[in-house]
């Protein structure tokens, strides 16, 4: 299993997903860089999520809060206090320092010495707003997004004119001080969320957690995770978040074992009071209906970009041996297959003239090229035997391949490769955009 964690690496640096940050210093413990592929396939996930909360319902609307909010937040939320640390112990011989939980044994796993006992670490990363570095100054970074939506809940609510139960979706980084980053872009120190928090009344609670645990379960199998890779897991009330009643981690079976991908919270009226107690403004909702007034529960769902493209990355790999054509002798090469869901996947449409030493053939794919690329994310390629051309776009999860032949010059039409079935079908160029347009659903 450590052997497809490091073909996922090494496939998505040499195939620009996933760079290591401050490389060309020695790199950056725990920060990574999205390249050009990368950043498409984070923003076709950011896209797919935000489609299916504002879309897919009608009581759902956006916002984009700032990361650096007054400290006061921190205190109210309960996270500069022992419910957000984690326990840390450190070597004494090499002072390398380690998370307690993730050690199997009680010794340092870098030289095997004695370690000290274990103290409280808190997560917020500090940082100072303007020019005195001083304890007036002191500011952090979010360590989960969902706080600028406590901040706003009554704005939202005001300005758009919403009623009860209604939901705020966000998107957008948050920073952690992990003592122990690890697995690539599992657990890292800056990452993204995307942050639903779902206002209901207390009654409801419970059937909204269960009504948003199935549609967070069934998100990601419509885009083509392995539902023998995927389970939720109900969590022990002493292992919950320090504002969880109720919390269910969607889990993947990544090859480092099962792990937590997803958390869906039950966070009852813990949020809307403390910020009331600390602010001294009250949140609490009024209902014109019924007359009653009361701090309404919060359901939240919150998952991490990365972790879940890592998690898309990892499902859709596949390894063909011997190559994936029966149709000629085969190249007893080990093919690579990314077969990413059409909606995730970063490049849509490769455009291959079948041959490139043929100028009118360059010249035909470099204008249906054209043609595609202001309307899907489009790449042209003419570099090589058009059966290594093919296992390239395969590599990195293209569902469609055109490719110029002489025929195209006289009948001015196409072949359309499917990347799964690899089903070949005549196309007139003509009929391209709409034929793209229908495959990938895009409306
Ligand atoms: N607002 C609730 C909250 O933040 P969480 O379970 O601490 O809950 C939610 O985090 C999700 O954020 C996780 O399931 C994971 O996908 C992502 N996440 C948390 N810490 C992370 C880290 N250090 N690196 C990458 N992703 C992280």
């Known amino acids: 299993m450590e052997g497809l964690m490091q073909k996922i690496i090494s496939l998505a640096k040499r195939r620009g997903l996933v760079f290591p940050s401050s490389e060309i210093y020695g790199g950056f413990s725990s920060s990574y860089d999205f390249g050009p592929l990368g950043v498409l396939m984070k923003n076709n996930i950011k896209k797919c999520w935000w489609d299916e909360m504002t879309k897919k319902h009608e009581n759902i609307v956006g916002l984009d809060a700032a990361i650096l909010m007054s400290p006061k937040v921190w205190q109210a939320s309960g996270h500069l206090t022992a419910g957000f640390a984690d326990e840390l112990v450190e070597c004494k011989k090499c002072h390398h320092r380690f998370r307690k939980d993730f050690l199997e044994k009680n010794q340092c796993p870098d030289c095997g010495g004695e370690l000290t006992g274990p103290r409280k670490f808190n997560l917020m990363m500090k940082t100072f707003v303007g020019p005195l570095e001083d304890e007036a100054a002191t500011s952090y970074l979010r360590a989960e997004t969902c706080q600028g939506i406590y901040l706003n809940f009554e704005n939202v609510l005001n300005s758009m004119r919403l009623k009860i139960p209604f939901a705020i979706a966000q998107i957008g980084k948050a920073f952690r001080n992990e003592i122990t980053p690890k697995d690539f872009i599992y657990r890292t120190r800056e990452f993204e969320q995307m942050e639903l928090q779902w206002f209901c009344h207390p009654k409801e609670a419970k059937k909204y957690f269960q009504f948003w645990k199935n549609e967070r379960i069934q998100w990601y199998l419509g885009l083509g995770i392995k539902k023998e890779n995927l389970r939720a897991t109900e969590v022990p009330k002493e292992e919950r978040a320090h504002y969880a009643k109720d919390q269910i981690d969607i889990e993947y079976r990544f090859p480092f074992g099962w792990k937590e991908i997803e958390g869906i919270h039950n966070r009852g009226d813990f949020d809307l009071s403390n910020h009331s107690k600390h602010s001294g403004k009250d949140l609490q909702y009024y209902d014109e209906e019924t007359k009653e007034k009361y701090f309404p529960y919060i359901i939240e769902t919150s998952v991490g970009v990365e972790r879940s493209l890592f998690a898309f990355l990892i499902d859709a790999y596949q390894e063909v041996q011997g190559g994936r054509t029966k149709t000629t002798e085969s190249t007893k090469e080990t093919e690579v297959l990314l077969k990413l ?90 009929d391209l955009k709409d034929k793209i347009s229908e495959f990938l659903g895009v409306c």
């Open 341 to 430: 869901n059409k909606r995730i996947t970063p490049i849509k449409v490769v455009v291959l003239p079948l041959v490139k030493n043929k100028p009118e053939l360059v010249k035909k794919a470099k204008e249906i090229y054209r043609l595609l690329k202001p309307c899907f994310v489009c790449q042209y390629d003419e570099v090589g035997s058009i059966g290594r051309r093919y296992r390239r776009t395969d590599e990195i999860g293209v569902p469609l391949a055109i490719t110029v032949d002489f025929e195209t010059l006289e009948k001015d039409d196409v072949t359309l490769r499917d990347r799964d079935t690899m089903a070949q079908e005549r196309v007139k160029i003509k």
